[in-house]
């Protein structure tokens, strides 16, 4: 069983800054990866940023050049930096961790979720 907390949403006006943490407490397989979600108001929810098994990173267009996507194997903590904010950044932020089922990578674990919302 893997556990993810999430924390450093909050408020911030466009342009700004914000850094999303997440400690894992258990067991990652290391041929996976991990990454962060995000899910708006009305609207599916969509992952922004993946660090694969092998430490390659892979972002949505929505937000690459401004987030970065980063791991502290000895903290166990995934971050995820995001810069030049903007309104249609706001969502809740989920962090995930991979899972090996049947072969392949999958998000198996979520966290609960932490607010992002970015005003004009």
């Known amino acids: 069983q893997v556990y993810l907390a999430e924390s450093g949403g909050g408020s911030v006006q466009a342009g700004g800054s914000l850094k999303l943490s997440c400690k894992i407490s258990?067991?990652?397989?290391?041929?996976?990866?991990m990454g962060w979600s995000r899910q708006a108001p009305g609207k599916e929810r969509e992952t922004v940023a993946r660090?694969?098994?092998?430490?390659?990173?892979i972002y949505a267009d929505s937000v690459k050049g401004r987030f970065t996507v980063s791991q502290d194997n000895t903290a166990n903590t995934l971050y995820l930096q995001m810069n030049v904010l903007k309104t249609d950044d706001t969502a809740v932020y989920y962090c995930?961790?991979?899972?090996?089922?049947?072969?392949?990578?999958?998000?198996?674990?979520w966290g609960q979720g932490t607010q992002v919302t970015v005003s004009s």
């Open positions: 660090i694969r098994g092998d430490g390659t990173t």
């Open positions: 258990g067991y990652v397989n290391p041929r996976c990866g």
């Open positions: 995930a961790v991979e899972q090996l089922s049947s072969g392949l990578c999958l998000f198996g674990y």
